[in-house]
């Protein structure tokens, strides 16, 4: 493997982003990647909640069973070479690989995997409801999670399937640490929480070099990786917000690929010298409203809501090939998505229901959005659609992090933001956005619902609930469904789009993978010759 001249290097992690010049061309072995980075907030796997930190998780960890890069689609093998599952006893034993090590040399045991799953249940940070589902909790986890030598057992509490269990078991917070190494590194029994919020302790395809929060990824090869070493020495992603920025780095060949770019500049592309990827996405766009907020609170501002957004003005132009218009929480392409779209941009009728209502008008709202295409053009083209009837944004741009914390805080009054599938399970967006069994300010939840104050009819809960367990795969769809029109049709979330991606390269890049979720962007197969 070739590595990268240390000068070089250092020149490059030095240089500032303020204009294309600064940099140089790309080296032969490093894929250099620009890219809005300042969403995150977090890269233990343990707390890690973000889109982008997802990305990072996944090329630094493994899982016992994992979505991996050959095919986005297929639950594989990954840490774990074989399971049998026992549906009656609700136990499945793994057997882990033999020669496995972590980037620190330490190798992988039966007690990494205990340990992994017991911090992210005794920490109890924003992902952990993932794994707790399971009926794991800081008290019974040491019992429901065992090791033998290389072998693990895994139990769990609850009528469901075998295959809802091992796609929790795929999930970011179910990605295997170095414990040993995530111990040594503990600070006031935070479990290492701190140290690996700036470092990492995986087994992945990549290690991290460097990260400095909304400035710069460094990840180099593991050349020791079970499944493979990837065939580039590393990966560089610098922060750039601004997507005219990343079209001229990539057009000057200073980057290879550029995260993104807006419809328009995709479109100037030279496509001779560079190549455009569209990618799938399972993120839904929607727009929000706290109910904490009494002028928010009225069905009829809900339903008003969904014909004042003009859906095919937006995809028609200013998020032309990132998104299709799309009005149910599972995205399109998975089983059991609703794909009915009832709703269209008709802001007479949303004055009427307004007015039959008794609404008293104008109702003016902050609105919140991430500062960055194109997001900050939605927002712009929902405060000119809004209007029409009455409805006033006060738009609040702000960094992918600040935006995310005042929308986990419950500070917002309205939100533009998206969500992906912390799972491939349709539970995963079901839990999101249809339940909510506790709306109370101190029993914080990752939940669209909790996050806007809704407390979901108790009827739409019983349903959520009663789909996890139905073990008719048929039936369980249609429960899907019926949840999907429910939240469609009655609640303070309008569900507006789903995701597509546009990825511009240079022409010498092959191998990207950009899955359907921020979990399934992979950098091993990247080859740049």
Same mark, same amino acid.
């Given at each position: ?20 010049a600064a940099f140089a061309d790309t080296p032969a072995d490093i894929l250099v990647v620009a890219q809005n980075i300042d969403d995150i907030v977090a890269i233990d796997p343990a707390q890690a909640y973000e889109f982008t930190s997802g990305e990072l998780v996944t090329n630094t960890y493994d899982r016992l069973v994992q979505y991996d890069a050959e095919d986005t689609t297929v639950l594989a093998a990954g840490l774990a070479e074989s399971w049998e599952i026992d549906a009656e006893a609700k136990t499945i034993v793994f057997t882990l690989r033999d020669g496995v090590t972590f980037h620190s040399g330490n190798p992988l045991r039966g007690e990494d995997v205990v340990g992994s799953f017991s911090r992210v249940v005794q920490l109890n940070l924003t992902p952990a409801f993932i794994l707790t589902q399971l009926g794991w909790t800081p008290e019974n986890v040491g019992e429901m ?9 895994? %139990? ?15 999930? =970011? ?64 992603? %610098? ?25 328009? /500049? ?14 799938? /996405? ?65 802001? !007479? ?33 929902? /405060? ?23 929308? =986990?805080? %419950? ?28 709306? =109370? ?9 909790? %996050? ?17 367990? !139905?073990?008719?795969?048929?039936? =369980? ?10 939240? /469609? ?41």
């Open positions: 493997m070739r590595l990268l001249k240390p000068a070089l290097l250092s020149a490059m992690l030095a240089l500032p982003l303020a204009t294309p999670v065992t090791a033998d030598g290389n072998t693990v057992t895994v %139990r769990y509490d609850g009528d469901f399937s075998p295959a809802f269990v091992m796609n929790v078991l795929a999930s =970011r917070p179910a990605s295997i640490v170095d414990i040993e190494l995530a111990m040594a590194n503990e600070v006031d029994g935070d479990m290492g929480n701190a140290w690996l919020n700036a470092n990492t302790a995986g087994t992945g395809p990549f290690s991290l070099n460097t990260f400095r929060a909304a400035e710069l990824i460094r990840m180099d090869a593991n050349p020791d990786y079970f499944n493979g070493a990837p065939a580039i020495d590393g990966v560089i992603i %610098r922060h750039v917000a601004e997507s005219a920025t990343q079209q001229l780095l990539l057009e000057a060949g200073d980057v290879d690929i550029a995260r993104n770019l807006t419809p328009d /500049q995709v479109a100037a592309l030279d496509t001779d010298a560079l190549q455009v990827d569209t990618f799938p /996405q399972a993120a839904v766009h929607f727009l929000s409203f706290n109910q904490n907020v009494e002028s928010l609170t009225p069905p009829a501002v809900w339903e008003a809501a969904r014909y004042l957004v003009d859906y095919e003005g937006m995809t028609n132009s200013i998020i032309a090939g990132q998104m299709e218009v799309h009005q149910a929480f599972w995205p399109e392409g998975f089983p059991g998505a609703l794909t009915d779209t009832p709703y269209s941009y008709d802001p !007479e009728r949303a004055a009427q229901i307004l007015e039959d209502a008794g609404i008293e008008l104008p109702i003016t709202v902050t609105l919140d959005v991430i500062n960055a295409a194109p997001f900050t053009d939605m927002a712009q083209s929902l /405060q000119a659609s809004f209007a029409e009837a009455g409805i006033e944004f006060e738009i609040l741009p702000g960094t992918g992090s600040q935006v995310i914390t005042r929308y =986990r805080d %419950r500070s917002h009054e309205a939100m533009l933001l998206y969500w992906g599938p912390d799972f491939m399970d349709p539970h995963s967006n079901a839990k999101a956005f249809a339940y909510n069994s506790d709306n =109370r300010q101190e029993t914080y939840t990752a939940t669209t619902t909790w %996050r806007n104050s809704w407390a979901v009819p108790e009827e739409m809960n019983e349903m959520t609930r009663a789909a996890l367990t !139905e073990s008719d795969p048929a039936v =369980r769809e249609e429960m899907y469904l019926e949840l999907q029109r429910q939240v /469609q049709a009655n609640s303070p979330i309008v569900i507006m789009f789903q995701a597509s991606y546009q990825v511009g390269m240079a022409d010498n890049v092959s191998g990207y993978v950009n899955g359907a979720t921020s979990d399934f962007v992979f950098y091993r197969l990247v080859d740049k010759s």
